[in-house]
């Protein structure tokens, strides 16, 4: 990819990756590999993310990560003992392989921040503050795993200038009794995929929802969110909620959601871990004898 012809004209320069909590919901696995590492088969959701920010022509990509979870910079960045040695052993491929996911700095911008508490999603994005290069931001959610072509966040990068809102979330409809596990819109009208809005609710009990339209792990920001999160009190749950920052500016710079055309899968929890297993695994003809059930097992293979 000719990395410096792709940014030339994009307007959203920087990617932020909140990488820092705990994953208590996949413990004990957690207890030692950071969730963004679990894999979906073999590749794991920060590598998802990092392609889709690099598929959009992120010209920087920052991580704010936590102290203890130094796996996930050794991951990402580029390990050229390991890649000679697999080179040396006759295995090319993988090395070539390792290479190509790795983020080099020759091609990539690439900076890490700590969050030493988790004090929320907004406050793990205003750590980022600093490190982010001029213009709007978008946001990934590694564990928000959203499978398709073009990327979600590639998607949201060409709709963004022309829909004249400054904050543009990723959205999708969920059942009214899942709303209180989002951050829903207060829609005012639609427009193609977007979904006009005037404000947001995090986590609205289903009788108090504005709307179904709920917010999922991707954003494109004006650069004045870290404004709005500088001193913003404390919101649901205790800590420092992006959708209020996001929320405040509503009526100064403009609101929207996008309804991408990927597939979303809350890689957060056990099941939808699952499910994205099972059909990243469809794509592939190899798998096709574990997914029907015809696989042989063990002792059957060994008669």
Known sequence: MDLKATVSSNPVRTAIFPVAGLGTRFLPATKATPKELLPVLDTPLIQFAIDEARAAGIERMVFVSHPSKDAIERYVREDEELET????????????????????????????VMQPEPLGLGHAVLCAKDEVLPGPVAIILPDDLILGEPGCVQEMIDAYGPSKAGHMVATMEVDEDEVKSYGVLDVTGTDGPLILAKGMVEKPEPADAPS????????????????ALDGLPPGAGGEIQLTDAIAAGADSIGLCGFRFSGTRYDCGSKQGMLAATMAYAAGDASYASVL????????TAAE
């Not at 392989?97 to 900076?111: F, G, I, P, S």
């Not at 179904?212 to 404004?227: E, K, N, P, Q, T």
């Open 85 to 112: 040695t697999l080179r040396e052993r006759g295995k090319a491929r993988l090395a070539d392989m390792l290479h190509e996911n790795a983020l080099c700095e020759t091609e990539m911008q690439v900076r890490f």
């Open 292 to 299: 029907s059930g015809t696989q042989p097992t063990l002792a």
């Open 212 to 227: 179904r339209h709920a917010v999922v792990g991707r954003y494109v920001l004006d650069a004045s969110i870290f404004d």
